[in-house]
């Protein structure tokens, strides 16, 4: 009995083994980091906005055959009627940032300021792209949306000197991490139902006038 709880032991443990084996293929895979940003980003801006607030693969600057995998559309001077396009982009620099993260727990000063100039210049590429492919005022808004998948991502763009403000200065691109983005989208709600409200209430108003200029005409008859 003791030797086939082993056996049973044994079993399962290879069983994990292969899983996380399945986990590291994914995850070195480049096509499947892309996915899993993507697959986090859609559910992000699915919970947080309606069907009708965004759009999957757009193509934002006509003409240069280049597709964002989703932008919101924007309301363009206070009206739906017209789309902006807020460009949204996930990102997965995993080898620098993995290479940095070892680095750090090696303690090796010099390696962790070579990869930390290796993880800036991937961030600074990215944007970069974002820039050049996605952003074309006026058809979209003057700045464009990085969006990182994880929180530690996030958080060495934030602890790299310079770097957040240099991206949106020099390539309008606005880096977010899940909270991020989740705080700005909600944000973004806010304003679109304040400005549902605003266009319902000038509907209102114009139907109330009318109803007061039949009024007056039934009166004078």
Same mark, same amino acid.
């Given at each position: %009995?003791?030797?086939?709880?082993?056996?049973? &032991?044994?079993? @399962?443990?290879?069983?994990?083994?292969?899983?996380?084996?399945?986990?590291?293929?994914?995850?070195?895979?480049?096509?499947?980091?892309?996915?899993? &940003?993507?697959?986090?980003?859609?559910?992000?801006? %699915?919970?947080?906005?309606?069907? @009708?607030?965004? @759009?999957?693969?757009?193509?934002?600057?006509?003409?240069?055959?280049?597709? /964002?995998?989703?932008?919101?559309?924007?309301?363009?001077?206070?009206?739906? +009627?017209?789309?902006?396009?807020?460009?949204? +982009?996930?990102?997965?620099?995993?080898?620098?940032?993995? #290479?940095?993260?070892?680095?750090?727990?090696?303690?090796?000063?010099?390696?962790?300021?070579?990869?930390?100039?290796?993880?800036?210049?991937?961030?600074?590429?990215?944007?970069?792209?974002?820039? %050049?492919?996605?952003?074309?005022?006026?058809?979209?808004?003057?700045? &464009?949306?990085?969006?990182?998948?994880? @929180?530690?991502?996030?958080?060495?763009?934030? !602890?790299?000197?310079?770097?957040? %403000?240099? *991206?949106?200065?020099?390539?309008?691109?606005? *880096?977010?991490?899940?909270?991020?983005?989740? #705080?700005?989208?909600?944000?973004?709600?806010?304003?679109? !139902?304040?400005?549902?409200?605003?266009?319902?209430?000038?509907? /209102?108003?114009?139907?109330?006038?009318?109803? +007061?200029?039949?009024?007056?005409?039934?009166?004078? *008859?």
């Amino acid at each position: %009995e003791r030797l086939e709880q082993v056996h049973k &032991g044994l079993g @399962e443990m290879q069983n994990l083994a292969n899983s996380v084996g399945d986990i590291k293929k994914v995850m070195t895979n480049v096509k499947s980091r892309g996915i899993l &940003g993507e697959y986090q980003l859609a559910n992000l801006l %699915e919970d947080l906005l309606t069907n @009708e607030q965004y @759009e999957k693969n757009v193509t934002t600057k006509p003409n240069s055959g280049a597709i /964002v995998e989703f932008a919101i559309k924007m309301p363009n001077n206070n009206s739906f +009627d017209k789309t902006l396009w807020l460009p949204i +982009d996930s990102k997965f620099p995993k080898e620098d940032y993995e #290479a940095l993260v070892d680095a750090y727990d090696d303690g090796d000063g010099l390696k962790i300021e070579e990869l930390k100039k290796s993880f800036k210049n991937s961030i600074i590429k990215n944007a970069k792209d974002i820039k %050049e492919k996605y952003i074309d005022p006026p058809n979209t808004t003057e700045y &464009g949306i990085m969006f990182l998948p994880f @929180e530690s991502l996030y958080a060495e763009v934030l !602890r790299t000197p310079g770097l957040f %403000e240099t *991206i949106q200065k020099n390539f309008k691109v606005t *880096i977010t991490g899940p909270t991020t983005l989740s #705080a700005l989208l909600s944000s973004l709600q806010m304003g679109f !139902r304040t400005l549902a409200i605003q266009r319902r209430s000038s509907e /209102v108003w114009d139907l109330l006038g009318a109803i +007061d200029t039949l009024r007056l005409c039934s009166s004078s *008859i």
